[in-house]
């Protein structure tokens, strides 16, 4: 039902003649139609169970422990340094080989 509420607005605020929709009338006409649609999902059976999972998803950032930005530049320059000499790696091996195949096909 909320879908179908939502699809109905998306096409009337399409395909109504005379709509300016560059106006902040509409603009705000969209901001309460978004509040309207959340609410009334809200109520639903679904609603509820993504309401609660989003409190859960906060309740678990709020007990992430995030990195420092040392730790978080170090750890980026760690990780740039093992591409970097991994792609040396597969450079020269990928070299060694096409100078092999080279020799053997002559």
Same mark, same amino acid.
């Given at each position: ?15 109504? &003649? ?7 009338? /509409? ?6 139609? @978004? $509040?309207?649609? +959340? ?27 995030? &990195? ?7 750890? /980026? ?6 591409? @970097? $000499?991994?792609? +040396? ?18």
């Amino acid at each position: 039902m909320i879908i179908a509420l939502a699809v109905v607005g998306v096409v009337l605020n399409n395909y109504l &003649p005379g709509i300016d929709h560059s106006s902040s009338v /509409t603009t705000a006409g969209v901001i309460v139609a @978004i $509040v309207i649609l +959340l609410f009334l999902a809200k109520l639903t059976n679904q609603g509820r169970k993504a309401w609660a999972f989003i409190n859960a998803s906060r309740l678990e950032l709020r007990k992430v422990v995030w &990195p420092t930005r040392q730790e978080t530049i170090n750890s /980026t320059l760690i990780v740039l340094a093992i591409v @970097i $000499v991994a792609s +040396l790696i597969i450079y020269f091996v990928g070299l060694l080989f096409m100078t092999i195949i080279s020799a053997i096909l002559g």
